[in-house]
């Protein structure tokens, strides 16, 4: 006679049960990632074809393109050495190299001659950077975004965003903003994408600075530094506008300034993204615009810096190649830009990524310009980088190995974390 299970081995299988489910992605991950890493040591990079430096007028002021990061720095440091008053500068990642060092001591001469200087950066992106090198002198006013904001308030999801933010902003003159970090490496390895504005844009970019710095700044450790107050432009720009992704107040229009775009979109949809881990909804909008008729490409690393968030992608992969999505695949660099150009009338330029870390997650920051010459400008762009691609095929896609197969199904639950 068979007896049943008792409660206690029951419970013990469906524990062994849970963990094996909710562990393997994890296990699977961290396995890809070391093997990853090690397969990357040493490899030299790849030279790709760039796109010089190009300026279009927009009302009373004018925005410009780099695609290089070299061409970027040497305009960035430029402007803090020419700073009068104010420099205002907020990075996610700064690393302690040539560039990173450079950009310090440009912020730390300004101060010396008067210029107020206001940095911001994300503690987290740069636990590995030397202590040495994030000490600065006190004549610069430094926020450092902790690692952990919640505090006692370890429910409150609001304060779990990361600072993905890079502004940089002199005087009432020049501010630069995209995807950008600050290091050696992205001045000629990666492909990533800036915008300098100059007019009334400025001060848009100047108040998102003000806003963030209030918001965090009674997380330094000098809890009396005053307030960051602007005075207010009077001047507005109507084509150009920022949106700004704020966890601790629970705004994320980034998401759906992408949807309402894509969704007006009649001619063609152009988008260049480092990390594409969209939702269901976000596909959905694409696949729609696609079976009606417009041009939609998607243009992703071949290989990213990050190997798991390159197989999770995949996910979609399918949906959206049976619609007519068409996926070019970068090679020989990282491609680390967040722009897309839709219609030749709307562009964005900023920090987001299409994944839930950055569009209902972190703290990001993208311009949105509703010009055609500026769209002129971004398809020329996305055309030089459409060169150098690979396009994934539906063929190919779907004659891909079991193995591809199985490892995508096991990664997928990581998505929403992504």
């Known amino acids: 006679m068979s007896r049943s299970p008792s409660p206690d081995r029951l419970l013990r299988t469906v524990r062994r049960a849970l963990a094996a489910v909710v562990g393997t992605p994890f296990l699977l991950a961290v396995a890809l990632t070391l093997v990853d890493s090690y397969r990357r040591r040493g490899k030299k990079p790849t030279p790709f074809p760039r796109t010089p430096p190009r300026t279009v007028e927009i009302g009373e002021g004018t925005v410009t393109a780099y695609t290089y990061g070299r061409d970027l720095y040497d305009d960035m440091l430029a402007a803090i050495d020419a700073a009068e008053r104010l420099v205002l500068f907020e990075t996610y990642m700064w690393k302690a190299d040539e560039v990173g060092e450079a950009f310090k001591r440009a912020l730390v001469a300004a101060a010396g001659r008067g210029v107020e200087v206001y940095c911001i950066y994300d503690a987290f992106a740069n636990l590995v950077v030397s202590p040495r090198f994030?000490?600065?002198?006190?004549?610069?006013?430094?926020?450092?975004?902790?690692?952990?904001?919640?505090?006692?308030?370890?429910?409150?999801?609001?304060?779990?965003g990361r600072d993905h933010r890079k502004i940089l902003v002199v005087d009432d003159t020049v501010a630069f903003v995209g995807g950008y970090n600050i290091g050696t490496p992205y001045a000629t390895e990666w492909r990533d994408t800036h915008v300098a504005v100059t007019g009334p844009a400025v001060w848009d970019l100047k108040r998102a600075f003000a806003d963030f710095w209030n918001l965090h700044r009674r997380n330094r450790l000098r809890p009396s530094e005053p307030p960051l107050l602007l005075e207010a432009s009077s001047t507005w720009e109507p084509r150009i506008r920022l949106s700004r992704n704020i966890p601790r107040l629970w705004m994320?229009?980034?998401?759906?300034?992408?949807?309402?775009?894509?969704?007006?979109?009649?001619?063609?949809?152009?988008?260049?993204?480092?990390?594409?881990?969209?939702?269901?909804?976000?596909?959905?909008?694409?696949?729609?615009?696609?079976?009606?008729?417009?041009?939609?490409?998607?243009?992703?690393?071949?290989?990213?810096?990050?190997?798991?968030?390159?197989?999770?992608?995949?996910?979609?992969?399918?949906?959206?190649?049976?619609?007519?999505?068409?996926?070019?695949?970068?090679?020989?660099?990282?491609?680390?830009?967040?722009?897309?150009?839709?219609?030749?009338?709307?562009?964005?330029?900023?920090?987001?990524?299409?994944?839930?870390?950055?569009?209902?997650?972190?703290?990001?920051?993208?311009?949105?310009?509703?010009?055609?010459?500026?769209?002129?400008?971004?398809?020329?762009?996305?055309?030089?980088?459409?060169?150098?691609?690979?396009?994934?095929?539906?063929?190919?896609?779907?004659?891909?190995d079991l193995h591809r197969k199985f490892t995508e199904f096991v990664l997928a639950p990581l998505r929403p974390l992504l």
């Not at 600065?136 to 370890?154: D, T």
């Open 134 to 160: 994030k000490r600065f002198p006190r004549s610069l006013k430094v926020l450092r975004y902790p690692v952990y904001n919640a505090g006692l308030r370890f429910w409150d999801l609001s304060r779990y």
């Open 252 to 400: 994320f229009p980034i998401r759906s300034m992408y949807l309402e775009a894509i969704n007006r979109a009649a001619r063609n949809i152009w988008m260049t993204h480092a990390y594409f881990i969209p939702d269901q909804d976000f596909v959905d909008a694409l696949v729609l615009a696609a079976r009606r008729g417009v041009d939609v490409r998607i243009l992703l690393p071949l290989k990213s810096n990050h190997i798991v968030a390159d197989w999770i992608s995949r996910g979609y992969y399918s949906q959206l190649l049976a619609a007519g999505v068409r996926i070019l695949r970068y090679k020989d660099a990282m491609v680390h830009a967040k722009t897309s150009t839709i219609d030749g009338q709307w562009t964005t330029v900023g920090t987001a990524n299409v994944d839930r870390l950055s569009l209902t997650g972190n703290y990001e920051i993208n311009v949105e310009v509703i010009d055609e010459a500026m769209a002129e400008m971004m398809e020329a762009i996305f055309e030089v980088d459409e060169s150098n691609t690979l396009e994934l095929t539906r063929q190919e896609w779907e004659a891909r």
